[in-house]
C-alpha cells in the first residue's frame, strides 16, 4: 500500500532588497533536494519600511528561520529574541533561526569563512591581515578572533571606518587589532599568515584588482577572497603565481549556507552539491 500523499513543507527564506541576484536559493534548495528534506527555500524582496510586518507573516506561517540580506541585517535585530554569540558581537544578523518558537539572529558568514580556511590552516595563533572593514570584514574578523588568532590587521581606505572595527576587536575579543590606511598598492608584512580580501572589488562585472603589492605574496602565505562570481578573481591569480595558498569565495559560500541548513534542519548537507549548483550559475 503506497503512503499517503502529503504536500507538507516547511519554510525558509532570504529578505533582502536588492536580492533577485543573490545566489542562496540556488544552492539551498540544491541541497533539500537532494537529501529529501520538505523544505522549500523563498526569496523574498522586502523594502526597509516592510521589514517588521514581513516577520511578522513569517511567524505567522511558522517558517523554521530565514536569512537576511542588505538592507536588514542590523535593523532585524529589534525583532528577535535572541541573539547568538558571533552576531551580538557584531551587531549584525545574516541567518535567523526558529527555536522552540523563538526566533534567535545567528551570523554565519564568518563561521562559513572559518570552516572554509580551516581544512587550510588553523586560525589559532596567526597573524591575519584583511582587506575591507565593512560588514563582511566585520563578520570575518569577529570570527577570527574568537578563534584564537594572535593578531588582525585591518586595512581600509575610509580611515574612520577601519578604526571602528579595530575599535570593536579590541574592546569585545581577545585578538590584539590594528589598523592602517590603503594607500597605493599595499605590501603585506612578512609576518603575516592568512591575507583576507573583504571587499567587493573583483565582484562580476567588475575587473577590478585588489590594490596589493604582488611582489609581496610569497610562497605559504595564505590568500582568501570572499568574492563568489567570479571564483578565480585576479586578486587570487595574482597569489596563485605568487605560490600563496589560496581560497576561492565559493567556499565562504557554501559553508555559511550549509550552517544555515544544519541551523534549521539538523542535517549536515553535502557541500559538493552545492558548489556545483553555484558553479552552474555563475559559469
Known amino acids: 500500500m503506497s503512503?499517503?500523499?502529503s504536500c507538507e513543507k516547511k519554510y525558509v527564506g532570504n529578505f533582502g532588497q536588492p536580492v533577485w541576484e543573490n545566489p542562496t536559493e540556488v544552492m539551498v534548495q540544491a541541497a533539500f533536494d537532494h537529501h529529501d528534506l520538505a523544505?522549500?527555500?523563498i526569496t523574498t524582496e522586502v523594502p526597509a519600511e516592510n521589514l517588521a510586518a514581513a516577520f511578522a507573516g513569517v511567524k505567522a506561517m511558522g517558517y523554521r528561520g530565514f536569512n537576511c540580506t542588505l538592507p536588514h541585517k542590523v535593523a532585524i535585530i529589534e525583532h528577535l529574541d535572541d541573539l547568538g554569540e558571533s552576531a551580538a558581537l557584531m551587531g549584525a544578523v545574516n541567518c535567523v533561526v526558529e527555536r522552540d518558537g523563538r526566533y534567535v539572529g545567528e551570523n554565519t558568514d564568518g563561521k562559513g569563512f572559518l570552516e572554509s580556511l580551516t581544512p587550510i590552516i588553523d586560525a589559532a595563533g596567526k597573524h591575519v591581515l584583511?582587506?575591507?572593514?565593512g560588514g563582511a570584514a566585520r563578520a570575518v574578523s569577529v570570527e577570527l578572533a574568537l578563534a584564537g588568532a594572535a593578531a588582525i590587521t585591518i586595512v581600509n581606505r575610509t580611515v574612520e571606518r577601519g578604526e571602528e572595527l579595530v575599535a570593536l576587536l579590541n574592546a569585545k575579543t581577545g585578538a590584539p587589532a590594528t589598523f592602517l590606511a590603503w594607500s597605493g598598492d599595499h605590501a603585506?608584512?612578512?609576518d603575516v599568515d592568512i591575507v583576507v580580501n573583504s571587499t567587493s572589488i573583483g565582484l562580476f562585472p567588475d575587473t577590478s584588482r585588489v590594490a596589493v603589492d604582488a611582489s609581496t605574496l610569497?610562497?605559504?602565505l595564505v590568500v582568501a577572497d570572499i568574492i563568489p562570481n567570479p571564483p578565480r578573481t585576479r586578486f587570487l591569480?595574482?597569489?596563485d603565481a605568487a605560490g600563496c595558498r589560496t581560497i576561492d569565495g565559493l567556499g565562504m559560500l557554501v559553508n555559511q549556507g550549509k550552517i544555515g541548513i544544519r541551523f534549521w534542519t539538523g542535517v549536515d548537507p553535502d557541500t559538493t552539491?552545492?558548489?556545483a549548483a553555484l558553479e552552474t550559475i555563475f559559469a
Do not use: H, K, L, T
Not at 130 to 133: D, L, P, S, T
Open 130 to 133: 584583511i582587506f575591507g572593514a
Open 237 to 239: 591569480e595574482e597569489a
Open 218 to 220: 610569497r610562497a605559504g
Open 39 to 41: 523544505f522549500r527555500y
Open 188 to 190: 603585506i608584512p612578512d
Open 273 to 275: 552539491v552545492m558548489r
Open 3 to 5: 503512503e499517503p500523499f
